[in-house]
């Protein structure tokens, strides 16, 4: 109930009824049926006792929204498990017989609401599956839904607007319309062992999704992140177990890691006491230390300087690392100040010459859906995410945005307090907030975070304007 009141919006479900839609109930006015009916009741059943029936509900639900809601929360949370037993959900809009269906009229009526009800232009890209079943081949499937789809839009298999899903198994046709990141809710397994010990699997993304230019090197990344970080043994940072570059098999890369148990902070954050609050930015402090005591000889990501081809400079590892996010954001055709973001961005990179000492830093930690919190003890359990880490400025941490004092308590000194401190800090603030826009685009997210991300990033471009000398 949790995700279908979320999917409609609708939190009365007193009027929510099991009755069948045969209406097998209703009372029957032909006396000698009822008779009929009577007698074979007291007959003897020869069949044998079904494990499952067909009960319909009569909900209002709109499965794909309910899929995508639960899919996204599991991404968000890959370590907290709500269903037990599901291996795989397909969301489907409406199902037919196979040998009664009429191909063309049914997809129309399933796309209409997205390709025919406002004239926008979209791309697409079709997703056949057929199980046992030799009356509709492949070919035939994807040509009859691609004319149903009609003129206007165009077919993209690599960077489509929406998924046409068409599921056949048997006698029975599903179709459904899906949004753009559905490849991607599909890149993290929890797995328990027959021993019952636990771990997680992380899938890298098809070829066919969109994804920034750091996120595409995320997993290489985690894996080198953790592998740097299993030599400090800490408990809240997860054990790799194995990496393959590039299953033959599958056509990806994939991680095998530890499993960690907790809560998001994103879930409890509000439940929490200032304590509780004050114990935890501590705890966060000293890990961020922790991390950032480990050190490299070279500047940029972690793949380039293990190849020998990293930066023996913060300030031009920082600047490409910012002109990538740009690129990103110019790729999809994000409105962005880019002349005043890279005329501030050069105009200050000098101050970036006082960090001399790489160092190890997770972009995203701190974010409250990658903080894991034992549900008993409500203290930091573990993290979620290493593939944004890099060899740079410790700051550069996105919990460094606004940090709390029980945090800058529990981190200790900055190791970089020269005159030029609040400079680097407003460019790294603004690379955050041009990362967290574009991130948002490349989701297709678009919502009050994103408004928030643009003022604000407004509001540093301003201020490094205003700065004519560093005091």
Wanted: hydrophobic residues 40%.
């Amino acid at each position: 109930m949790q995700y279908y009141e979320k999917s409609s919006g609708d939190q009365d479900t007193s009027q929510v009824t099991g009755k069948n839609a045969d209406n097998d109930d209703e009372e029957d006015d032909d006396i000698e049926a009822q008779v009929r009916k009577e007698v074979e009741g007291l007959k003897p059943k020869s069949s044998k006792p079904r494990l499952f029936q067909k009960v319909t509900s009569n909900l209002p639900c709109n499965p794909v929204k309910l899929v995508h809601d639960i899919c996204e929360e599991a991404r968000a949370n890959p370590d907290q498990r709500k269903s037990r037993w599901i291996k795989r959900m397909i969301p489907i809009t409406q199902i037919r017989k196979v040998l009664s269906v009429d191909l063309s009229v049914f997809a129309k009526e399933v796309l209409q609401p997205v390709f025919h009800a406002d004239g926008v232009p979209k791309k697409y890209a079709i997703r056949p599956a057929v199980r046992s079943n030799n009356t509709l081949n492949r070919d035939v499937i994807i040509q009859t839904v691609a004319a149903a789809v009609g003129p206007g839009h165009k077919v993209d298999l690599k960077n489509p607007d929406y998924t046409i899903l068409v599921e056949i198994a048997q006698n029975v046709i599903g179709m459904s319309v899906v949004g753009s990141d559905y490849e991607e809710l599909k890149r993290v397994y929890h797995l328990k062992l027959s021993n019952g010990h636990q771990l997680i699997v992380k899938v890298s993304s098809p070829p066919a999704i969109p994804l920034l230019r750091r996120e595409r090197i995320a997993l290489e990344t985690e894996v080198r992140a953790l592998t740097v970080l299993a030599r400090i043994n800490h408990p809240c940072i997860p054990r790799l177990y194995r990496y393959v570059p590039h299953d033959a098999s599958a056509g990806v890369s994939l991680l095998v890691r530890q499993y960690v148990r907790g809560i998001p902070l994103s879930e409890i954050q509000n439940r929490l006491s200032a304590k509780d609050l004050d114990d935890l930015d501590r705890h966060l402090g000293l890990l961020t230390n922790v991390i950032g005591q480990q050190f490299s000889t070279a500047f940029g990501p972690l793949s380039k300087v293990a190849a020998g081809t990293g930066s023996y400079h913060w300030r031009e590892a920082f600047v490409t690392l910012f002109e990538e996010v740009l690129r990103d954001a110019e790729d999809m055709f994000i409105h962005l100040p880019y002349n005043q973001i890279r005329r501030e961005m050069y105009r200050w990179s000098f101050t970036l010459d006082e960090i001399k000492t790489p160092r190890l830093v997770v972009v995203n930690f701190g974010r409250p859906s990658e903080v894991l919190l034992d549900p008993e003890t409500r203290q930091l359990s573990g993290l979620l995410e290493f593939g944004s880490a890099l060899w740079g400025d410790v700051m550069l941490a996105e919990i460094f945005e606004s940090p709390s004092d029980a945090f800058l308590t529990g981190f200790g000194p900055i190791p970089s307090s020269g005159q030029s401190q609040f400079i680097r800090s407003m460019l790294y603030s603004c690379y955050r907030h041009v990362y967290k826009i574009t991130e948002l685009y490349y989701r297709n997210s678009h919502n009050a975070t994103e408004m928030q991300a643009r003022r604000r990033l407004t509001d540093i471009i301003h201020a490094l304007a205003a700065t004519n000398t560093i005091l």
